[in-house]
């Protein structure tokens, strides 16, 4: 069976540090990957998504980034975090040619 | 339009009461109605689909009835139990490239003893 893996789990960074959040899965090959941000008792907001490794789309601009450096590794990135990036982060995967898409546990990233 | 709309924001519901959530939309070109249930400090769970060529789907206490030609869809959660309570998107699914989902705002429901 598929499984999906997000770390850190929480995370408290000050203003103006980097950030790396990662996420993997397990059980697929090749699987469409998405980062999502869900601000506090909001909806969830699509980031990136990816198609295969090292192929990234950006849906809206930001002070964020994604790689996807193996096929079920995708990584969300910042070079300096401002306070407006706090959030819960949540990865999800679907199969090419399904239509479900499967989120991880999600990171909450609090940011000082 | 890639907007679903989901209403209401908040709902109290009796143990053993009906739940219902309403959503709409407006862009034709979805293919795909999925409803997440998410805990507190949890990922979103899938809950149950529908595509538009079908009026309704049940599964167990969770029934989605769908309106193809007023582009809405709602979720009837039966008998209603405390461990019920969560927030629940509805989603609609785009034909894309990568099969965009847009996803509703989300209801709290809070189902009480």
């Known amino acids: 069976s598929q499984t999906i893996h997000q770390w850190p789990a929480t995370l408290v960074q000050p203003v103006g540090s980097p950030l790396s959040l990662e996420c993997t899965v397990e059980g697929t090959s090749n699987p469409n990957l998405y980062w999502y941000r869900q601000a506090a008792g909001r909806g969830l907001q699509l980031l990136f998504y990816s198609v295969g490794i090292g192929q990234i789309s950006s849906e809206v601009p930001q002070n964020l980034s994604a790689s996807r450096p193996q096929d079920r590794q995708f990584i969300l990135s910042s070079k300096k975090l401002l306070l407006s990036d706090s959030g819960f982060y949540l990865c999800?995967?679907?199969?090419?040619?399904?239509?479900?898409?499967?989120f991880g546990p999600g990171t909450r990233l609090l940011v000082l | 339009q890639q907007q679903v709309k989901q209403s209401p924001q908040s709902l109290i519901v009796q143990k053993g009461g009906i739940s219902i959530i309403n959503c709409a939309y407006e862009?034709?070109?979805?293919?795909?109605f999925p409803w997440y249930q998410q805990f507190p400090g949890k990922g979103p769970a899938l809950l149950i689909a529908?595509?538009?060529?079908?009026s309704e789907k049940k599964e167990g206490r969770f029934t989605i009835s769908f309106n193809k030609s007023a582009k809405q869809f709602s979720l009837h959660i039966m008998d209603s139990q405390p461990g019920d309570s969560a927030t629940y998107f509805c989603a609609a699914k785009a034909k894309t490239s990568y099969d965009k989902v847009i996803f509703g705002p989300g209801t709290s429901l809070s189902v009480i003893p």
């Open positions: 862009n034709t070109a979805f293919d795909y």
């Open positions: 999800a995967w679907r199969k090419a040619g399904q239509e479900t898409q499967y």
């Open positions: 529908i595509r538009p060529d079908v």
